[in-house]
């Protein structure tokens, strides 16, 4: 004859015995519809501003130029002496009108361990007021010294081609321009938002 429960002790049995034959307790394996990590796509916005397709316009010209380059020295052993040197120029002019490109977007590499471990506030928001005006500073003097240099090498001729290196220089001075153009946007925008981030960016690290 099997055991009796009275009052309690007979709901607190109801309870334990559906609490078994629950397939979702505790020790029961978690079902296929729950993942730890979710990744989803980020939209892919293509934008146009100037500095996107002289950049564009570069990269495709530098690709050709190195192809040609491989081409006529491994495969036709004669190589053209005019494509190593303007290779070499058109990375330079490249890494300066990139360098708008990424001004614009915000993209440059930076420490921002100490802006992240401070809380919103006016002491936050000065320091990176504070990194912008000395970015906004560094990139003006880019391109005071461009133009300087660009006055410098209008005299002095490529190696291979009977023209002068001023050329060469001003798309690096040009480069220098436009991202001091779009560091001034940047502090710009900044400065109307008050030198907030955005809460997924502030709210990396909480300090303790």
Same mark, same amino acid.
């Given at each position: 004859m099997?055991p009796?429960?009275?009052?309690?002790?007979?709901?607190? $049995?109801?309870?334990? %015995? +559906? &609490?078994?034959?629950?397939p979702?307790?505790?020790?029961?394996? @978690? %079902?296929?519809?729950v993942?730890?990590?979710?990744?989803?796509?980020?939209?892919?916005?293509?934008?146009?501003? @100037?500095?996107?397709?002289?950049? =564009?316009?570069? =990269?495709?010209?530098?690709?050709?130029?190195?192809?040609? #380059?491989? =081409?006529t020295?491994?495969?036709?052993?004669d190589?053209?002496?005019?494509t190593e040197?303007? *290779?070499?120029?058109?990375?330079m002019s490249?890494?300066?009108i990139?360098g708008?490109?990424?001004?614009?977007?915000?993209?440059?590499?930076?420490?921002?361990?100490?802006?992240n471990?401070m809380?919103?506030?006016?002491?936050?928001?000065a320091l990176l *007021?504070?990194?912008?005006f000395?970015?906004l500073?560094? /990139?003006?003097?880019? +391109?005071?010294?461009?133009?300087?240099?660009?006055?410098?090498m209008?005299? #002095? @001729? &490529?190696?291979? =081609?009977? /023209?002068? /290196?001023?050329?060469? $220089?001003?798309?690096?001075?040009?480069?220098?321009f436009? /991202?001091? *153009?779009? #560091?001034? #946007?940047v502090?710009?925008?900044?400065?109307?938002?008050?030198?907030?981030?955005?809460?997924?960016?502030?709210?990396?690290?909480?300090a303790?």
């Open positions: 099997g009796r429960f009275r009052g309690d002790d007979t709901e607190n $049995y109801a309870r334990l %015995s +559906a &609490m078994n034959t629950n979702k307790s505790t020790n029961a394996a @978690p %079902s296929d519809d993942h730890l990590i979710v990744v989803e796509d980020e939209e892919v916005v293509i934008e146009h501003h @100037p500095e996107d397709w002289i950049a =564009f316009v570069l =990269f495709w010209a530098l690709a050709f130029i190195v192809f040609l #380059q491989f =081409f020295r491994y495969i036709l052993n190589s053209l002496a005019w040197e303007i *290779a070499r120029y058109g990375l490249l890494a300066f990139g708008a490109v990424v001004t614009r977007k915000k993209a440059h590499i930076a420490v921002e361990l100490v802006s471990l809380g919103p506030g006016p002491v936050r928001a *007021a504070l990194v912008d000395i970015t500073g560094f /990139m003006g003097l880019l +391109a005071y010294f461009s133009v300087t240099i660009v006055e410098r209008h005299s #002095q @001729p &490529m190696t291979v =081609f009977d /023209m002068p /290196m001023s050329l060469v $220089y001003g798309l690096v001075g040009l480069g220098c436009m /991202m001091l *153009a779009r #560091q001034l #946007q502090v710009w925008r900044n400065a109307r938002d008050g030198w907030r981030r955005a809460p997924d960016v502030a709210d990396q690290i909480h303790d």
